[in-house]
């Protein structure tokens, strides 16, 4: 509802400043900083003071002038203010046909069609498969699914890809480790030959009790080890990375079964957060194919040729950047080049509008050579390439230090962990608490503990760095998931003591009471959806959670929901609409709600 107000508001704003002569107008009305300057405003007066040569301040008053004479029934008043901003005051009546429509919108509500027929192709997570993903895969993962989720709020078509760069020596050292260090018995040979004939006498994670990728993670370290201490198994795992790119059907059935171990442990992971990918690429397939662009640019003059034979890219002189090696003097490519290759597989493969890439900060420049090289290549624009990077994420210790993490020394802090963590937490909460236990205590667990990391993971701008409290995020007081749960069921626990609502019984009151800063901020959730999209940070919406709680339990101290009074369903249609934007918010964040807790 408080989108087709700002629709209206924004025409007729703009017609207006054509008429006094601004050919081609762009409105932008934003909420105001202070509920003193009413619900939105806008500064058009002076963004355009100067190119028609008035004063913003009058020509401010003229507009506020303009839109009084137009009477539009859902605005109480317009103001011009120093230095020229045009404040919107809103009718009780309009606010509360907003909280109604929040009713009739349900699940849909906050939702847009800005992207409306848009394809985009999101990146994200693309965790290294000699490894267990850890909590920094964790917010990536957040941070790329609720991107995921908000383009498909805003209409468009998603496709959620990742990418598992699944050769090399890293593969190999897991190998290598594997044959050397799980075996049953000692006298067992360290070599893939007796391997492939013998396979039983090594052990699998199903066999030790370890969860797959976790499995393939200790594998690595040990493999790693004996790689930096050994010359012999420094020789033997660059032997095994010719043998795969020979095809060697040994090497090849060895590394199979290594990665699916962590490709099993690795959907476990998803599976539990609620995540996916709608494609999986590997690196194995299309690797090869990068050279045949390298061809192609050097015909087309993109690229050049060393007197060495490497080839390197043309970037300085029309895009300031400098240049880079996409094909070395013996023939082999870059990660750089079998990316342009994987770009124009996902261009092709979907017809894409957009492709985004959650990577992180140190992928930069990468990044900006690759988008300007498949510019060059005519694969598409740069501006049909998105980067989004991230900051830093730590584990915060008891003693307040950020623990450190190592995958090459095995010091990392898995996701899986974490999320255990928390939920052991919450369930010694819940035995220490003398209060009823729901029978599906393990089940309510999860979900809190699910919540608890997933908001404070992503409540912060992506780009900061965090050190994850678990303390703080399962605090119900503070500004944690916890803390938007606990207001989601104290509203759904209202409404079931409610002798049942029903929207045609709500009297709209002449003027708000105690409500009217709650219901102000119900007037905000789309905006703060639409900004996150913009942004491709779904942060907005979490801080926007907490506010949005904030005010209600305000609300809900000061005021007697259920008094059997005749503003009695007016404000249980409040509560309604808190639950159901709270709610939708979550779901952007990749948040089930609980109804009891």
């Not at 009546?93 to 509500?109: D, M, Q």
């Not at 897991?174 to 799980?182: I, N, Q, S, T």
């Not at 929207?503 to 800063?517: D, R, T, Y």
């Amino acid at each position: 509802m408080v989108r087709e107000y700002l629709q209206q508001l924004e025409f007729q704003i703009s017609d207006w400043l054509k008429n006094v002569g601004v050919s081609s107008p762009v409105v932008l009305i934003e909420r105001s900083v202070d509920v003193k300057f009413g619900e939105f405003s806008t500064n058009v007066a002076m963004r355009y003071a100067k190119e028609l040569k008035k004063n913003p301040q009058d020509l401010a008053s003229d507009l506020a002038d303009f839109l009084k004479e137009k009477r539009l029934d859902f605005l109480a008043d317009v103001t011009a203010v120093q230095p020229g901003f045009v404040n919107f005051y809103l009718t009780p009546e309009a606010k509360t046909k907003h909280v109604l429509s929040i009713l009739s919108a349900g699940n849909k509500f906050g939702n847009n069609e800005s992207h409306k027929s848009e394809k985009w192709v999101i990146e994200h997570t693309s965790p290294n498969p000699n490894k267990a993903m850890h909590i920094g895969h964790l917010r990536i993962n957040l941070i790329g699914m609720g991107i995921v989720r908000l383009m498909k709020a805003a209409g468009a078509e998603v496709v959620a890809d990742g990418i598992y760069n699944d050769r090399g020596i890293s593969i190999a050292k897991v190998m290598y480790g594997y044959l050397a260090h799980r075996k049953k018995t000692e006298s067992t040979p360290t070599d893939i030959h007796y391997w492939a004939l013998h396979k039983e006498e090594w052990v699998t994670p199903l066999e030790s009790d370890i969860k797959p990728d976790v499995f393939v993670s200790d594998t690595y370290v040990l493999g790693e080890q004996d790689f930096s201490n050994d010359e012999r198994v420094e020789k033997s795992v660059r032997q095994m990375v010719v043998d795969w790119e020979a095809n060697d059907e040994v090497t090849w059935e060895l590394w199979r079964q290594i990665l699916s171990y962590v490709y099993e442990g690795n959907e476990r992971v998803f599976q539990r957060l609620g995540s996916h990918w709608d494609k999986v690429w590997y690196e194995h397939e299309h690797y090869q194919k990068g050279k045949d662009y390298v061809l192609d640019g050097l015909e087309k003059g993109v690229f050049k040729k060393l007197e060495d034979g490497a080839v390197i890219t043309k970037l300085e002189d029309d895009y300031g950047l400098s240049d880079t090696v996409v094909l070395k003097n013996d023939g082999t490519s870059l990660y750089l080049t079998q990316d342009i290759a994987l770009t124009d597989l996902k261009k092709t493969t979907y017809k894409a509008d957009k492709l985004v890439w959650v990577v992180g900060p140190e992928q930069s420049l990468h990044m900006k050579q690759l988008f300007a090289v498949c510019e060059q290549l005519g694969i598409g624009n740069r501006e049909d390439f998105t980067h989004v990077p991230y900051g830093k994420v730590g584990l915060k210790s008891a003693d307040g230090s950020s623990a450190k993490m190592s995958s090459r020394d095995g010091t990392v802090v898995l996701a899986d962990d974490v999320i255990d963590e928390v939920k052991e937490t919450i369930i010694k909460r819940f035995e220490d608490e003398e209060r009823h236990q729901p029978e599906n205590r393990e089940e309510i667990a999860e979900k809190l503990a699910l919540a608890a990391v997933k908001f404070g993971f992503i409540k912060m701008d992506k780009m900061q760095d965090i050190d994850f409290d678990i303390e703080h995020s399962i605090d119900v007081h503070g500004d944690s998931g916890l803390y938007v749960m606990y207001t989601f069921v104290r509203a759904q626990s209202i409404l079931r003591k409610s002798a049942g609502f029903d929207v045609e019984g709500v009297n709209q009151p002449s003027e708000l009471g105690e409500e009217a800063e709650l219901v102000r901020s119900l007037l905000y959730f789309e905006d703060v959806v639409a900004k996150s999209i913009d942004d491709l940070s779904v942060h907005h919406v979490a801080q926007y959670l907490l506010q949005l709680c904030s005010d209600f339990n305000g609300w809900y101290a000061q005021e007697s929901i259920l008094d059997g009074s005749e503003r009695e369903m007016y404000k249980l249609a409040i509560v309604k609409s808190v639950a159901v934007t709270i709610q939708n918010g979550l779901a952007l964040l990749g948040i089930s709600t609980i109804d009891e807790m």
